[in-house]
C-alpha cells in the first residue's frame, strides 16, 4: 500500500481513528486521576463519540480503505450513527448508576468506548478477516463488562457463561470462514461473491456458510444459538445490559446483512434457507418462553430473542424493501430497548433496594403515572399495536416477506407476535389494574429523559416515520 | 552442504531425545527444562531451513515467556506428577494414534503442492526468494502497509485484554506498607533524628 492510499484510507476511516484515540486517551486520564475520575471519563466518553458522530455525519460518499478490508458507504454511516448514538445513551443512563451498581471504575467507559470502536469495524468490514477482528474487539470488551460488578456471582457467572459460549461461536466463525476461503480461495466479500458467480458454488462453501451463520447468530442472540442471553441479561449489572441489549445487536444485525447481501449474493437461495429457520425459531421462543419469566430482565432477554427474529424476517427476504425493513427495525428496537430499560433502572425503592421482578411494577400506575404511561406506550410498542413505532417495524418486514412470496415466515411472524403479546400485556395489566406494593424513589433526571425521549418517539413515529424511512431506503440503496 | 547437514542432524538428534525425556523425566522441572531444550533446538532447525523470524520467534516466545510460564506453575502450584503419570501407559496406544494421525496429515499437506502445482500460483502476498529478501524483511514489507490495518486491531484486541485483566483482578487493599521515595529522600536529620535522654537505670 502507497502512503497515498494510507492517508486517505486514515480519511475514511476518522470517526474511528476519534474512537480509538479517544479510548486510550481517557483511559490515561483514569489512570492519573483514579477512581474519583469516573464521573468525568464517563462524561469525555460521551464527548468522544459525540465527536465521532459529528465527523461521521460530515462524510459522504463512499469508498474503500486498508486494501479491501474496511468499506465506508451510506448502508455503514447510518448503521454506524444507529450503533454510536446507542452507546452513548447507555453510557448517559449510566452516569447517576454506576455507585448504585458497584460499578464506579473509569475503565467501564473505556471499554465501552473500545466496544463501541468494535461495532463500528463490523458495520465497515468487507473482509473476513476484518470482521472477525472487529466481532472480537467488540466481544471482548462485552465479556468484560458483564462481569464488571466482579464481587457479585451472578455478574462473574454471566461473564464467564458469555466469555465461554462466545469463544465458541467464534471458533465456528472461524471454522466457517476457513472453509469459505479454502474453497473459494478469497477473504474480501465482492471477491468471493465474484467467484461464487462465476459457478464456485460448492458443498465447502455452503458448509462454511452454515458455520459463519451460526457464529453470527450467536451474537445476535438467535435461536438455537440463544442460551445465553436470559442468564447474561439477568446476571450483568443493569446498566450494562442495557448497552448489551442495544447498540452491539444494531453492529452485528449490520454484520449479518453485509456478509449475506455482499458476499454470498450469488448463493441466495442456500442462505435464505438458514435465515428463514433461524428467524421462525426465534420468534417462536421469543414469543413461547418469555410467558413464564417473572424477572423483568429475564423477560427483556426472551424479548430480544423473539425482536431478533423479527427483523431477520426482511433480511430473509433479501430484497431493497427487506433491507430497509431491517434498518427501520434495528432503530425502532434499539429505542424500545433503551427506553424499557431506563424504566428498569428506574425501579428503586426509596430506601434504595433495586427490584427487578415484574410484579413489583404493580400498581405503578398509582405511585408514578407517568413512567406508568410511558412503559404502556413501551409495552404496546414492543408487542407492535398501531399506532406505535412497533407496529410499522413489524409491518414493513413481513410486507417485504409477503412480497418475495414468502408467506408461511410472515403468517407465523404474525401469530407469533400474538402470542407474544400477552406477556406485553401482562406488563401493562399489572401496572393499571392491580394494587401498589410499594412505590419506587424519583428516578434521576436521565433516566426520565431518556425514557421520555424514548415514548415520544414512539408515540410521534407517525410524524417522524416518513424521512426516517428515507434515510433507511438511502442506506439500504447501497446495495442494489 | 556437509556443515548444514552436521548440524541438522545434531539439532535433529538433541530435539528428539530431549523430548522423549520431557515425557519420561521423573521430576517434572527437568521435564520443563528439557522441553526448553526441545523449543531452542527447533529454533535450531528452523535457521537451518531459512526460516529466521520463526527461530527468533520460537525463541522469544516459547521459551521467554511460555516455557517460563510453565516452569512457574509446575513451581507454584502443588500438582502430584507421580499420581498423573500413573497411567500413562494405558493411553500410549491412542498417543501413538495421534501421532500417527498428525504425521499423515502433516504429509498430505506438505505434499499437496505435488498433487496440485498451481496452489503456489494461487497466494495473494508471495514472498520473495529467500536469496532477495529475508522473512523478517518481507513480514515487515507487508505488516506495516497492506496489512496495517489488522495489526492495528489485532493491538486494540490485546489492549482490551489488558484492561480487562486490570479490571477484574486487580484490587486496591488499604494499609498495606508500600515504599514512598519521595517520602524517603525528603527526610532531614529533624525529623528523621530524635535525641532522647536516656536516665540510667529507667530505659525507654
Known amino acids: 500500500m502507497t502512503v497515498e492510499a494510507l492517508y486517505a484510507s486514515l480519511g475514511l476511516s476518522l470517526p474511528e481513528l476519534i474512537l480509538a484515540i479517544g479510548a486510550l486517551a481517557l483511559l490515561m486520564v483514569g489512570v492519573f486521576l483514579g477512581e474519583k475520575a469516573t464521573g468525568l471519563v464517563n462524561w469525555l466518553a460521551i464527548g468522544v463519540i459525540a465527536l465521532a458522530g459529528i465527523v461521521l455525519l460530515s462524510m459522504n460518499g463512499s469508498g474503500v480503505a486498508y486494501g479491501g478490508a474496511f468499506l465506508a458507504d451510506p448502508f455503514a454511516r447510518f448503521m454506524k450513527l444507529v450503533a454510536l448514538l446507542g452507546s452513548a445513551i447507555a453510557l448517559f443512563m449510566t452516569t447517576g448508576q454506576a455507585k448504585l451498581y458497584n460499578m464506579n471504575r473509569f475503565e467501564y467507559p473505556v471499554l465501552i468506548l473500545l466496544a463501541t470502536l468494535g461495532m463500528m469495524l463490523m458495520i465497515s468490514a468487507n473482509d473476513m478477516m476484518s470482521l472477525y477482528m472487529a466481532l472480537e474487539l467488540q466481544s471482548l470488551a462485552a465479556y468484560v463488562v458483564a462481569a464488571m460488578n466482579r464481587d457479585d456471582v451472578r455478574s462473574t457467572e454471566a461473564g464467564l457463561k458469555y466469555f465461554v459460549l462466545g469463544a465458541l461461536s467464534s471458533g465456528m466463525l472461524l471454522y466457517g470462514m476457513s472453509l469459505v476461503y479454502g474453497f473459494t480461495g478469497q477473504t474480501g466479500f465482492p471477491e468471493i461473491a465474484a467467484f461464487l458467480s462465476s459457478g464456485g458454488r460448492s458443498l465447502g462453501v455452503i458448509f462454511g456458510l452454515v458455520f459463519i451463520l451460526a457464529g453470527v447468530a450467536f451474537k445476535i442472540s438467535a435461536v438455537p444459538f440463544h442460551m445465553w442471553t436470559p442468564d447474561v441479561y439477568q446476571g450483568a449489572p443493569t446498566p450494562v445490559t442495557t448497552f448489551l441489549a442495544s447498540a452491539p445487536k444494531v453492529a452485528a444485525i449490520a454484520m449479518i446483512v453485509r456478509v449475506v447481501i455482499i458476499a ?42 423473539g425482536h431478533m427474529g423479527y427483523a431477520l424476517v426482511g433480511l430473509a427476504a433479501g430484497s431493497l424493501q427487506g433491507v430497509q425493513g431491517v434498518i427501520l427495525y434495528m432503530v425502532i428496537y434499539m429505542v424500545m430497548t433503551l427506553g424499557s430499560f431506563a424504566c428498569i433502572l428506574a425501579m428503586r425503592r426509596p430506601d434504595g433496594e433495586h427490584v427487578e421482578n415484574v410484579s413489583d411494577l404493580a400498581g405503578l400506575s398509582q405511585t408514578n403515572p407517568f413512567m406508568a404511561v410511558v412503559l404502556t406506550a413501551l409495552m404496546f410498542s414492543l408487542a407492535g399495536i398501531p399506532p406505535l413505532a412497533g407496529f410499522f417495524a413489524k409491518y414493513f418486514v413481513f410486507l417485504a416477506a409477503i412480497q418475495a412470496h414468502l408467506y408461511a415466515l410472515a403468517i407465523i411472524g404474525v401469530l407469533a407476535s400474538v402470542v407474544g403479546a400477552y406477556y406485553y400485556l401482562r406488563v401493562v395489566k399489572l401496572m393499571w389494574f392491580d394494587d401498589a406494593k410499594g412505590s419506587f424513589a424519583r428516578p434521576e433526571a436521565s433516566l426520565r429523559l431518556v425514557y421520555s425521549l424514548s415514548g415520544l418517539f414512539l408515540i410521534g413515529y407517525l410524524l417522524i416515520g416518513g424521512p426516517l424511512g428515507a434515510a433507511a431506503e438511502a442506506a439500504a440503496r447501497t446495495f442494489f | 552442504m556437509g556443515l548444514q547437514t552436521l548440524f541438522f542432524y545434531l539439532f535433529a538428534f538433541i530435539a528428539v531425545a530431549s523430548a522423549f525425556m520431557v515425557v519420561s523425566a521423573r521430576n517434572p522441572v527437568y521435564s520443563v527444562l528439557f522441553l526448553i531444550l526441545t523449543f531452542f533446538n527447533a529454533a535450531g532447525l528452523f535457521l537451518l531451513t531459512g526460516a529466521e523470524f520463526l527461530a527468533m520467534i520460537l525463541l522469544v516466545v516459547y521459551i521467554g515467556a511460555v516455557a517460563v510460564l510453565f516452569l512457574f506453575v509446575v513451581m507454584m502450584l502443588d500438582v502430584d506428577f507421580a499420581q498423573m503419570r500413573a497411567g500413562v501407559l494405558e493411553y500410549a496406544p491412542i498417543g501413538a494414534l495421534v501421532g500417527l494421525i498428525l504425521a499423515a496429515e502433516l504429509i498430505i499437506v506438505v505434499a499437496g503442492s505435488v498433487f496440485s502445482p498451481e496452489i503456489a500460483k494461487t497466494v495473494p502476498m508471495p514472498i520473495p526468494a529467500l536469496s532477495q529478501r529475508t522473512n523478517t524483511a518481507a513480514l515487515g514489507d507487508v505488516i506495516y502497509t497492506h496489512y496495517i490495518y489488522f495489526f492495528q486491531i489485532a493491538g486494540l484486541v490485546l489492549f482490551v485484554a489488558m484492561i480487562g485483566a486490570i479490571v477484574l483482578t486487580l484490587r486496591h487493599r488499604p494499609n498495606i506498607k508500600r515504599q514512598n521515595i519521595s517520602q524517603q529522600v525528603g527526610r532531614t536529620p529533624e525529623t528523621a533524628v530524635q535525641v532522647v535522654k536516656v536516665r540510667p537505670g529507667q530505659g525507654l
Open chain 1, 264 to 305: 454470498f449474493q450469488p448463493i441466495t437461495t442456500d442462505w435464505q434457507q438458514v435465515i428463514v429457520f433461524i428467524s421462525i425459531a426465534s420468534m417462536l421462543l421469543g414469543s413461547f418462553a418469555a410467558i413464564g419469566q417473572k424477572n423483568i430482565k429475564r423477560l427483556m432477554a426472551y424479548s430480544s430473542i
